[in-house]
Structure formats: C-alpha cells, structure tokens
C-alpha cells in the first residue's frame, strides 16, 4: 500500500551493529504496528503503538525498541543485531476503530544480518 | 489464548476450479476474522474480514469466506481459481478485548495452467 512505506526496502548488516528501520504513513492513522515475518512462523508483533505516547511491547520485542515520533511516524531499531533476525519486517497501521478494521501494511524491509 | 491454524502449507489447484484455503481459530469472546493476500515482494493486501452478522463474506478479487462458529473455521474460498491468485494467504483473528492481530503461518496458494 503506497499509503505506508518502510524504508530502507533492503538491508544487509554485520552482527552487533545498530539498525533503525522506519515507516511513514499518510493515512492519517493513530495506530501502527511493527511485525517481523519468517517462512512458515507467518507475522509476529513486535511493537505497537496507539499514539504518540502509547507504545506497547507485542510476543518479540526482546532485542527490539521502537520511536513514535509522529502520528505518522514509527521506527524501528535493533540496537545490536543478531543473525536470528534476519527477517522480512512489515509496518502496519489502522485507524481508531482498530479492531473492526483491517490493517494496512507496508511493502515490508528485507533484513539480513551477517 | 488466541490462536490461528491453517493446517495447508500449499493448496495446489487448477485454473478455472475452485479453491479453499482452510483457517481454524481458537480465541475466548466472539472473533473478528480477517484474510490478507502477499503478492512475491509485497505488502499484505486485506482481503476480507467478518465481524458480525452474514457468515458469508464478500470481499476483494471474487474471494469469499464463511464464517462457521460451531467448526471455529474460517475458510476462504473462490468459485474460479486464477494463475494470478497464486499467492501467498494468511487468516487473522483479534477479539473484542484486544487490538492485538493474530496471524496463522499462512498457506501457499499455486494455481496450475
């Protein structure tokens, strides 16, 4: 959905390096989500946010911290990575009435760590 | 505690028969069910959702799904498979006392020629 976008789209790191991976969305959404996908363990929440003071840890957040900067801003960071997170990760947002409405994702950020 | 299964790694079917892709869900309190559709190299696309009433669900691209609460299933389903349905389906589940999404490990959807 062009309305969310994640940057960068790729990335190769080294073990113990810090990485932020950023989303932006124009959808006017208070709430955004981070998610990280693997073959066959499907998305698994990361972080979560409800609005710019709200920040919630989702089932994974070991290893992980985010940044709401904005409404329309969430970043992502991995203050040391790992190979075990070398993963495709995907920011999401919906609207106030999260929970009858869908989510709209980003294209998603390919992650590898060496 | 919430839970998704699609039991199909891979659903193989051919062009112009029907499809389903199998969902069941495991959740305390009345579901909001939800499908997306990966595309290779994309985002999740919503497909359809049920929150209440009609179990039968309309949604995006001729897919439908039908909600069975007594089975606890979700199963998408399309009359005429396309090549261009081959993609990858996941089923969501939340309830009404969490914002949270649950996603089952997704199930390969390959439409033969």
């Known amino acids: 959905d062009a309305d969310v976008t994640q940057t960068p789209r790729n990335r190769i790191t080294k073990t113990g390096k810090r990485i932020m991976l950023e989303c932006s969305q124009t959808k006017g959404h208070d709430r955004m989500y981070w998610y990280r996908q693997d073959p066959g363990l499907g998305l698994r929440l990361i972080y979560y946010?409800?609005?710019?003071?709200?920040?919630n840890k989702g089932e994974i957040s070991d290893g992980y911290s985010v940044s709401r900067q904005a409404q329309a801003k969430f970043s992502l960071s991995l203050e040391s990575a790992i190979p075990n997170q070398t993963a495709l990760y995907f920011c999401a947002t919906s609207d106030i009435s999260g929970k009858y409405n869908e989510q709209f994702f980003g294209p998603g950020t390919r992650l590898t760590v060496l | 505690a919430q839970s998704v299964a699609q039991p199909e790694d891979q659903v193989n079917v051919a062009e112009g028969n029907p499809l389903t892709v199998k969902c069941t869900y495991s959740v305390s309190g009345n579901p909001y069910l939800f499908w997306y559709v990966q595309y290779p190299n994309r985002g999740l696309q919503f497909l359809l959702k049920y929150i209440t009433g009609d179990n039968l669900v309309k949604g995006s691209y001729g897919f439908e799904a039908e909600f069975n609460k007594s089975q606890t299933s979700f199963h998408l389903k399309k009359p005429s498979a396309l090549v261009s349905d081959s993609a990858l389906y996941f089923c969501?589940?939340?309830?009404?006392?969490?914002?949270?999404?649950?996603f089952g490990t997704g199930t390969r959807l390959q439409v033969f020629p």
């Open positions: 946010s409800f609005d710019v003071k709200d920040i």
């Open positions: 969501a589940v939340r309830t009404y006392n969490t914002d949270k999404l649950i």
